[in-house]
């Protein structure tokens, strides 16, 4: 994302597109949704690490949450398997979505020019266009792969563990309280744990 709103608070970022991504207050956290069931058949009982919201020019686009076994403690977060899900407010086409998700990966650190071609092609030949309701969910298996399912609906995987580790590093920087922190922390490969210090955690 990059640039910062010149209104925004420290927990906003925005870039020159218009697009918006800032993290729920401790109300709407309060008030976060279930687990979807593609995630409960990971863990019965699955913790809410973080969520956001992307707006773009004042619109909802999507929420985005990380959920995990079980809460986080300390800094090996690239080890720990994690589900990724987005839950789209609005229809998008499956090839904006895979390049956005590229752009979002990117943000943790260069990706050579062929790595990212070959993950783009990856990523166009799985996503779906979405309609506003729909989610797309990621599953990650640390040194592993990444596999996505749509509406609990499995699309396929992609069996690359820097892949992996790229995409689960991209939902951390979306959903940690400050996305400056969660990109200082991806460098150091620890767990965001920066932000205000009155915000309730997810889940009770």
């Not at 403690?73 to 998008?92: F, H, K, M, T, V």
């Not at 993950?119 to 990444?146: C, H, S, Y």
Request: positive net charge; hydrophobic residues 40%; contains cysteine.
């Amino acid at each position: 994302m990059g640039q910062r709103r010149p209104d925004a608070g420290p927990d906003v970022e925005c870039d020159a597109g218009g697009l918006l991504l800032s993290p729920l207050s401790a109300r709407a956290q309060d008030k976060a949704p279930a687990a979807p069931a593609e995630v409960r058949q990971l863990w019965p009982t699955p913790h809410l690490q973080g969520q956001a919201r992307l707006r773009f020019i004042g619109l909802h686009i999507y929420d985005i949450r990380l959920w995990l076994q079980e809460p986080l403690r300390g800094g090996a977060w690239a080890q720990q398997p994690l589900a990724l899900e987005i839950a789209y407010a609005r229809n998008l086409d499956g090839l904006k979505i895979a390049e956005r998700s590229l752009t979002e990966m990117q943000r943790g650190g260069p990706i050579d020019e062929a790595t990212s071609a070959r993950w783009l092609a990856e990523m166009k030949r799985l996503f779906p266009n979405v309609k506003g309701g729909d989610r797309i969910t990621g599953v990650f298996q640390p040194g592993q792969a990444a596999a996505f399912l749509h509406n609990g609906r499995p699309l396929g995987e992609v069996r690359d563990a820097r892949f992996a580790q790229a995409f689960s590093a991209s939902g951390w920087l979306r959903t940690a309280p400050s996305p400056r922190c969660a990109s200082n922390c991806w460098v150091r490969h620890e767990q965001p744990q920066c932000g205000r210090a009155e915000r309730r955690p997810p889940n009770r």
